[in-house]
């Protein structure tokens, strides 16, 4: 079986890039963190390298990425439906749960990347424009570079997690429908209803979105001087964001399980 | 011949539309099958079932003597597929689809080969979205033999394809069955080709199988229809019409056309030569496949 899935994850990969929303994506978190750059600048004094990668973070991973995430999780299955292509597929030794699964390592893959270059290009930024030596007030060093470096790093591992979340969903949906266009549509409505009912509702801890900027928070309050706990928010974000993942895939396995593929 | 395909009382629903009404069938190892019917009559989405792409809502399908269900891996590795109007991603080249296809197959398979014997060694390097109907046809053929299948299960191959490409797939299907072997399970509209290439055929109507017989067998000489080459063909129909075991006799310019209530041609034969006529030959007529067809499905 992880065979067929690392088959089906290659396979899925060498399709991957040859699509032009690949590259779009790529794009597009480069001018998020562009955007970020130009905004509030980067100068030696101390903190203001921190602050740009706190807030060029979470708009390369937490929005750009996230938002050409869901669009290319989207595309993953329904455009197959829709053209007969996945009865190739499918017509090959690989189950439906395995090509379901190899689809969403394709897609947890493309979130590394993208939240690999929001990183390294707002390091690269920081590090040519900056110090980054550690978060200073008038001369006190009140976090050193190493502690800000796992700021960074756990704010990065953490913000993956809503990312295979919004990978899932779009997955699931793209399961459902064999209209892209519908698909596309569908997975940006569920995060916008998401986001707008969240709050209504009180569930915000349960919803994965919440986690996409509040991930950072850590890094963000140790840029500005402060310091903050990383639980119960780690957890929170973990259980919301794997929960959802876990049943979305799940949900998306079953409806390839029952679907009957006709031209 | 070993048994490589059963199907066991298969049926399919959609809803309240019942597509496939318990199937049985059986397909040996180097036999090739034609799969007729009507439109709707029940061919692809039976072809689905073997190919695993439809499920079943009940019934059992077993190849090479394995659950298709439980063993799907294993099974549809050993086959190949061609669906009706193959899709491909058109942004691949034709040889990036197969490369793309083989790896998908688990096997380290050769794709020179597969475009080699379906011409499309040209056209490797052409994205798939600029190929004719045709060739993407051929494509998808390429990619049901790409793994070297013992089983073949092809709906309308030659569909799109030109007189030459088709007569050269039907050859080199036919030389896969009876070289390697391997199994060929198609549907087809085409009774020529049908005739072609099929062992067997079996007709569908309404999702139930109607007509299941060997290709020769339905094929044969019908000795209730003849044609009798004799002089004096007037006379000669008018005799044979007054006989109760003819049916109808009609004068030809070189002799009579003859229909009897049963297959006695040297009965015919002997008449005409009693009533002082020349009788040069007699020629049985040869069933069609059309005539088969259309009698499996009248309703």
């Not at chain 2, 793994?147 to 030459?164: H, M």
Request: with cysteine.
């Amino acid at each position: 079986m992880t065979r067929r899935v690392l088959n089906m994850f290659l396979a899925e990969v060498t399709r991957g890039m040859r699509l032009r929303q690949t590259w779009a994506g790529v794009a597009a978190v480069a001018v998020a963190v562009g955007v970020m750059l130009a905004r509030g600048g980067v100068a030696r004094d101390g903190r203001a390298d921190y602050d740009f990668i706190a807030r060029a973070m979470p708009a390369g991973i937490g929005l750009a990425a996230f938002i050409m995430l869901l669009a290319w999780s989207a595309c993953l299955v329904a455009p197959e439906l829709g053209s007969g292509s996945i009865r190739l597929v499918l017509t090959r030794p690989v189950r439906r749960g395995e090509y379901v699964l190899g689809k969403f390592l394709a897609a947890a893959a493309y979130a590394a990347l993208l939240a690999l270059e929001a990183s390294a290009l707002a390091w690269a930024a920081a590090a040519v424009l900056g110090e980054i030596t550690g978060v200073e007030f008038g001369g006190e060093l009140l976090f050193t570079k190493e502690e800000m470096a796992f700021a960074w790093l756990g704010g990065s591992a953490l913000a993956m997690l809503p990312l295979l979340a919004g990978a899932a969903l779009g997955l699931f949906i793209s399961c459902c429908t064999r209209s892209t266009g519908l698909a596309v549509s569908a997975v940006f409505g569920v995060w916008i209803l998401l986001d707008l009912v969240k709050h209504f509702l009180g569930v915000d801890r349960l919803v994965f979105t919440t986690y996409l900027e509040s991930c950072w928070q850590v890094l963000a309050n140790r840029a500005d001087g402060l310091d903050a706990e990383w639980m119960p928010m780690a957890w929170q974000c973990a259980g919301a964001s794997l929960g959802a993942t876990a049943l979305l895939l799940a949900g998306a396995v079953l409806v390839m399980r029952r679907r009957d593929i006709s031209g | 011949m070993e048994t490589c395909l059963v199907l066991d009382n298969v049926s399919k629903r959609y809803g309240r539309t019942l597509a496939v009404d318990s199937l049985c069938l059986e397909l040996r190892r180097g036999e090739v099958m034609g799969l007729l019917g009507p439109n709707g009559a029940g061919k692809s989405t039976t072809l689905g079932m073997v190919a695993g792409l439809v499920r079943r809502t009940s019934g059992r399908i077993e190849i090479f003597g394995l659950d298709a269900d439980r063993r799907f891996t294993d099974v549809i590795a050993r086959m190949g597929v061609l669906v009706e109007r193959p899709a491909f991603p058109e942004y691949l080249t034709v040889r990036r689809v197969l490369k793309w296809l083989a790896r998908l197959s688990g096997k380290a398979v050769p794709v020179d080969w597969a475009l080699r014997v379906t011409g499309l060694d040209a056209v490797s390097g052409v994205k798939v979205g600029r190929l004719s109907q045709g060739m993407r046809q051929r494509l998808g053929i390429a990619q049901a033999i790409l793994a070297e299948p013992e089983l073949l299960v092809l709906d309308e191959p030659t569909s799109g394809l030109d007189v030459e490409s088709t007569r050269d797939t039907l050859a080199f299907l036919r030389k896969l069955a009876d070289e390697v072997s391997v199994a060929i399970l198609f549907s087809s509209h085409q009774m020529a080709e049908v005739e072609l290439l099929c062992d067997r055929v079996a007709v569908m109507r309404g999702g139930r199988l109607t007509a299941c017989e060997r290709t020769a067998a339905v094929l044969s000489w019908d000795f209730s229809s003849l044609e009798v080459l004799c002089d004096r063909a007037e006379e000669a129909a008018a005799a044979l019409a007054a006989e109760r075991w003819v049916t109808t006799a009609e004068a030809l310019p070189a002799g009579v056309r003859v229909t009897l209530r049963g297959e006695d041609a040297d009965r015919t034969a002997a008449f005409l030569v009693s009533k002082g006529f020349q009788v040069r030959g007699i020629v049985p007529r040869r069933r069609t496949l059309e005539e088969y067809f259309l009698k499996a499905t009248r309703p």
